[in-house]
């Protein structure tokens, strides 16, 4: 399985999933003409679009790309994005090129999903993630209740620690600046800032990120350190979600 990534817009990731024999998924297409020229160029055969949420910036170019190839349109149930040949739900298992395990993720979206490629032989899963979670952070609460995103976020978080991470938008040095003003004396965190700066600077994309590397350095996924709920003077039996909660809020501000 080979994963192309395409930046698109200011900071968007369009993914591209290819198998040996020439057919390819796509993920979250925001625009057609970059995976349209590429597809005709390696001769691909497009069979699906996979669509993790609603938002415009991750569906704009699949009007465009389904009426070229007729692939498939997969997405949760949402009227607001249209052509869906496929509504999914959690847990589901697509048998597309590889078998993919829908991951049902409201809290960005109430339509949000994530798709966990599973694990093969001497090969990790890869999950996409869409605004759910991004490299060292998350995306923001639009409507729905802070629990709901946390309980999302635990579900990813429960995925082995090998499994690599596609998120939707390039985030990570915003994410880890915003890490280091609850943990300033974290080195391992100051390295990885500095790791960051480094691929940006050299424009190159920090994805994908890994599980473990997600439950090491995301605060959203480290509700229970009591480090970060000592900078956010929140008592050590305060429940996760409400942790989670205060984590957003300033992270909205920052």
């Not at 509504?87 to 049902?104: A, E, T, W």
């Not at 439950?215 to 996924?221: E, I, M, S, W």
């Amino acid at each position: 399985m080979k994963v192309r990534i395409f930046p698109a817009y200011e900071d968007n990731y369009i993914y591209l999933i290819e198998d040996e024999k020439g057919s390819a998924i796509l993920i979250d297409p925001s625009e057609a003409r970059l995976v349209l020229e590429y597809i005709k160029q390696q001769s691909l055969t497009l069979t699906a679009i996979l669509i993790t949420h609603s938002h415009a910036d991750h569906t704009g170019g699949v009007e465009t790309i389904k009426t070229l190839t007729g692939c498939l349109v997969v997405s949760a149930q949402s009227g607001s994005i249209g052509l869906q040949d496929l509504h999914v739900q959690d847990g589901q298992i697509l048998d597309l090129l590889f078998p993919i395990r829908v991951l049902s993720t409201p809290g960005h979206t109430l339509d949000s999903v994530c798709y966990y490629v599973l694990p093969s032989p001497g090969q990790p899963g890869s999950l996409f993630t869409g605004d759910c979670l991004f490299i060292h952070g998350c995306g923001r609460l639009m409507g729905q209740p802070s629990q709901v995103f946390w309980q999302s976020l635990q579900k990813l978080s429960a995925l082995p620690p090998e499994t690599l991470v596609y998120c939707g938008h390039e985030y990570t040095e915003e994410n880890c600046r915003f890490a280091l003003t609850l943990e300033p004396n974290n080195l391992h965190l100051r390295q990885r800032l500095e790791e960051v700066r480094r691929q940006t600077k050299q424009g190159l994309p920090t994805v994908p990120s890994s599980i473990g590397l997600e439950k090491t350095f995301n605060p959203f996924l480290r509700t229970e350190s009591e480090s970060i709920r000592r900078a956010l003077a929140m008592p050590p039996e305060a429940p996760g979600w409400q942790v989670f909660a205060e984590l957003r809020r300033r992270k909205d501000r920052f």
